[in-house]
């Protein structure tokens, strides 16, 4: 029987760091500072002026705050009473979703249109599986969670995110008032960002080179940075190290490609060299993180 209905290969990767729950006192705060991870913040109870680089904005019970990864920001509780939140700081690989993260420095979802989501449900689910694993030793900031709960924390994590950048889209198409100005330099930028990673899309195997990139659109290696930061959310060099990640995840999964083969295919110079690299980046070897194919193993589907 033919196949109905096929998805595409999947093969990214979320990171999760620093998910947890918190309750600061009245005149709490938290310097100022920044990640190289989205950080999503939801406000439980109390409320909390967030100054996210020069701009100031208050949470309070049932907001959410998106901030883009590099963007410095710092915490502070003025209120009287108790300053309850979700924290997490998450990355993925997907180059569309990260694109959708990075449009501003930060976003501001008020309680009224987060009301309209998931999002209250996924925290009370993440917030059970902590309680679930949580030890008697309330002085240890890390619980080891069983493998079902690593699932779970990963698919809420997902879904929250999913939730966001809905509610994102759809006050965007809700605020369609930007001056003609602003809105044509913006679809300027996001062209030319594009153009630009399908160059380096298209160049991938070959090491395809930034400074060639920019002197092709008639831009500065400077420009060409600048504009794909701004729409995509990380420099052209670490655009094209994660998309080499994760076409050698995909040969690594879906082929039995020597190593040699793979390493030129992703513009590596050895099997060594690539091996080298795929290490830096996920901290296994090719072969580590190779599956284990078993020769009475039947196909999936069958």
């Known amino acids: 029987m033919d196949d109905l ?3 595409p290969n999947l093969i990214n990767t979320l990171q999760v760091v620093g998910c947890h729950f918190g309750l600061k006192p009245p005149g709490w705060n938290y310097p100022r500072h920044h990640h190289h991870l989205f950080e999503l913040l939801y406000c439980s109870e109390g409320e909390v002026v967030q100054e996210m680089n020069r701009e100031s904005i208050t949470m309070r019970q049932g907001d959410w705050l998106l901030i883009k990864s590099g963007v410095r920001h ?3 509780n003025a209120a009287a009473t108790h300053y309850g939140y979700f924290n997490v700081h998450f990355d993925l690989d997907d180059t569309e979703i990260r694109s959708l993260l990075s449009t501003t420095p930060y976003r501001h979802i008020h309680r009224q249109d987060a009301e309209q989501s998931k999002l209250q449900f996924y925290v009370s689910e993440l917030e059970a599986i ?4 949580r030890t008697e030793d ?5 619980h080891y969670l069983r493998f079902e709960d690593k699932l779970l924390l990963q698919s809420y994590t997902l879904l929250i995110i999913h939730d966001v950048l809905n509610l994102i ?8 008032h930007e001056p003609t100005t602003d809105k044509d330099a913006s679809l300027f930028t996001a062209d030319v960002a594009h153009a630009i990673e399908e160059k380096l899309s298209l ?4 090491e395809a080179s930034v400074a ?3 002197k092709e659109l008639n831009l500065s290696r400077s420009q060409c940075s600048k504009l794909f930061s701004k729409v995509y959310g990380l420099s052209p060099r670490q655009y094209v190290s994660r998309q080499k990640l994760n076409l050698a995840k995909e040969l690594l999964v879906t082929t039995n490609l020597p190593m040699t083969d793979i390493a030129e295919k992703l513009g590596f110079h050895s099997a060594s060299h690539f091996s080298r690299q795929f290490r830096r980046w996920t901290g296994l070897s090719p072969s580590e993180f190779k599956p284990k194919h078993h020769t009475t193993q039947q196909p999936l589907g069958l």
Do not use: P, T, W
């Open 5 to 7: 209905y096929r998805f």
């Open 74 to 76: 710092q915490s502070l």
């Open 130 to 133: 902590m309680h679930r694993n």
């Open 138 to 142: 309330v002085k240890q900031e890390q």
């Open 169 to 176: 889209r759809e006050h965007d198409s809700l605020s369609r």
């Open 203 to 206: 160049g991938l195997c070959e």
């Open 212 to 214: 060639g990139v920019a």
